[in-house]
Each structure stands twice: as structure tokens, then as C-alpha cells.
């Protein structure tokens, strides 16, 4: 019986280390850096943790100026995004960061989206912006922000931006991940390649073919 007793516990001790083990490395977004830098070499196949690094780097590789303005806001959002992620930042690689500037005209919608593989932090430096992010039980937690103040939306939730003002509107947004992802939800579920079969859209909208094929023709690349 004693011997059991500890063969038990050996094996639950066992479990935990290795449960420790696994669960480690997934409390970051991004793969922690095993060097000072890598700047990504765009060039070649990225890998689990980014691009493989450049031969020869300088300082150029460190520094980026695509995040100002302004931008161009005349489409059907009234909204436009400049990223500063690895892809172009290659400087970025490795790091687990990036950011966006983000701009609206008024009344312009950053339409309902998901970062898959980051949390998102972000910053109006003008304007004022209704932000809001909904939680898996359908709650929303939202608020209208003016110039310096800040929100935090989770990693993979769903959430959105309305420029509320007369005037335009600006953020600045952080990701820890040097490439979070975006799921925009009306482009993904409508505007698909090849396209979501009208039954499944049919069936989940409680609505008929009529209003479906109408959305995607709005969404088609």
C-alpha cells in the first residue's frame, strides 16, 4: 500500500512539472528572443517565432516613420490604418511588440475585429472615440475616450472603434505580439475566398439568400 502511496505521488508530481513546463512559454503572445536582436530577412520562410535573422543589419534596420499621417480616410469605413508590425518593420522580429496609427473621419468605424494573437492597447491623441470589446458571454464593455486617455481590449476578442466627434479622430495602439492578426468579422464572414455557402450564412443570420448574396457583393474581393 505504501509503495502505491508514493508511486502516486511521484506520478502527480511528474504531471504538475510537466503541466509547469508547458504552460510557461503560453503566458507570453510571442516566443521570448534567445539573442539582442534579429531583424527579420523578409525575404525568407518565416518559422514559429518570426523570420529568420539578417546576415548584416545597420541602424536604419531600428528605426521606422510609416506611423504618421495623415492618412487617407475616403472610404466606406471612413477609417484607414498605418501598422508598424514585422512586416514592415522587420526590426521588429523576434520582439513581441508592434503598434498602429490609426485614423477616422468623422463618423468614421473601425468595424468589429479580433487580434488573434495579441491584447491590444491603444491611446486617442485626438478626438473622441466610442470603443467597445465584447467578452465570449456577449457582454460589452464600452466607453467614449477623448485625446489621452487609454483602453486595453484582450487578447482574441472582439471589438470596434466609432469616432464619435465632428472632427477627425487619432490613436495610437500596442500589440505584444510582432504580428497580432486581424479577423475583421463582416469582410471574414462575407467577403471569404471561396465564400462561407449561403445555408451556413442563411441559417446562423436568420435571414434569406436575397439579403446574403447582398452582403457579399458589398464584400467581394
Not at 150 to 177: D, E, Y
Amino acid at each position: 500500500m505504501a509503495t502505491l502511496q508514493i508511486s502516486s505521488s511521484s506520478l502527480f508530481r511528474y504531471f504538475f512539472l510537466t503541466l509547469c513546463l508547458f504552460a510557461i512559454p503560453s503566458l507570453s503572445s510571442d516566443s521570448d528572443p534567445l539573442q539582442d536582436f534579429c531583424v527579420g530577412d523578409l525575404k525568407a520562410s518565416p518559422s514559429i517565432n518570426g523570420f529568420p535573422c539578417k546576415s548584416s543589419v545597420s541602424a536604419s534596420d531600428f528605426f521606422f516613420s510609416g506611423l504618421g499621417g495623415p492618412l487617407n480616410t475616403s472610404n466606406a469605413n471612413g477609417v484607414s490604418v498605418a501598422p508598424a508590425n514585422v512586416l514592415t518593420f522587420p526590426g521588429l522580429n523576434t520582439l513581441g511588440l508592434s503598434m498602429n496609427n490609426v485614423e477616422f473621419a468623422p463618423g468614421g468605424v473601425n468595424p468589429p475585429h479580433s487580434h488573434p494573437r495579441a491584447t491590444e492597447a491603444g491611446i486617442v491623441i485626438e478626438g473622441s472615440v466610442f470603443v467597445g470589446f465584447l467578452t465570449t458571454n456577449n457582454t460589452l464593455f464600452s466607453k467614449v475616450l477623448n485625446a489621452g486617455e487609454m483602453f486595453v481590449v484582450p487578447r482574441g476578442l472582439v471589438h470596434f472603434q466609432w469616432n464619435v466627434g465632428k472632427v477627425k479622430a487619432r490613436l495610437i495602439t500596442s500589440f505584444n505580439s510582432q504580428l497580432p492578426g486581424s479577423a475583421v468579422l463582416p469582410s471574414t464572414l462575407f467577403g471569404s475566398n471561396p465564400t462561407i455557402p449561403n445555408a451556413v450564412l442563411t441559417k446562423t443570420f436568420r435571414t434569406d439568400d436575397v439579403t446574403v448574396n447582398k452582403l457579399k457583393s458589398k464584400f467581394a474581393v
